[in-house]
C-alpha cells in the first residue's frame, strides 16, 4: 500500500455489475473510461490512500462465468476518523465484467460494520465514524469477457458528519 495519488496513470470509476455499456471492440481487454458523474467531495479535511496490486488479482480465481472473485485487503489506519469513503480504479475492464469496491470501518469495541458498496457515482457512507478502513475488491466476468485487470485502488475519506 502507498499513501497518496501517484503516477500518471489513467484513472477509471468503479463500473458496477449492473451498468451497460454498448461498445464496439475488436479483440479483447479493451479499456473503457466512461465519463461518469463522481459524487461531491470536499475540499479540505480529506485523507488519501492507494492500495497497489502485487500481481494477485483476484481475477485469477474466476473459474466459470459469473462467478466473482473476492480479496479483501488489509485494513488503513487512519489520521483522522471518516464516516464517507469514496474510491477510484486504475483497471482494464471489458464489457461483460466488473470490478466493484466495498469498504467497512472497524468500531472501537472491535468488531468491523457492514461492507458498504461504492459506486461510479456515490460514495460509501459508513454507519459511524471510524479511523481504520478496510476495502474489498469483487470482480466478475461473463461468458467470453476479459476478467478485469486492477492494478491500483485509490481513496479518498472524510468526516461528513463534520464537515463544515
Not at 92 to 103: H, I, K, L
Not at 107 to 115: A, I, L, Y
Not at 120 to 127: F, G, S
Amino acid at each position: 500500500m502507498t499513501p497518496g495519488n501517484t503516477g500518471t496513470k489513467s484513472r477509471r470509476r468503479l463500473i458496477p455489475t449492473a451498468t451497460v455499456i454498448a461498445v464496439t471492440a475488436i479483440g479483447v481487454g479493451v479499456s473503457i473510461t466512461p465519463a461518469w458523474a463522481a459524487p461531491p467531495i470536499p475540499d479540505s479535511g480529506t485523507l488519501t490512500w492507494s492500495i497497489t496490486n502485487q500481481g494477485d488479482t483476484p481475477g485469477n480465481a474466476v473459474s466459470s462465468p459469473g462467478q466473482p472473485a473476492t480479496t479483501e485487503f488489509d485494513h488503513n489506519v487512519l489520521n483522522a476518523p471518516v464516516d464517507t469513503v469514496y474510491a477510484t480504479l486504475d483497471a482494464t475492464v471489458a464489457p461483460g465484467a466488473s470490478a466493484e469496491v466495498d469498504v467497512r470501518g472497524l468500531r472501537p469495541d472491535g468488531t468491523w460494520t457492514e461492507w458498504v458498496d461504492i459506486t461510479e457515482e456515490t460514495a460509501a457512507v459508513l454507519p459511524e465514524t471510524t479511523d481504520s478502513v478496510q476495502t474489498r475488491l469483487v470482480v466478475t466476468a461473463s461468458e467470453g469477457a476479459a476478467i478485469p485487470q486492477v492494478r491500483q485502488i485509490d481513496l479518498v475519506g472524510w468526516d461528513d458528519a463534520h464537515a463544515g
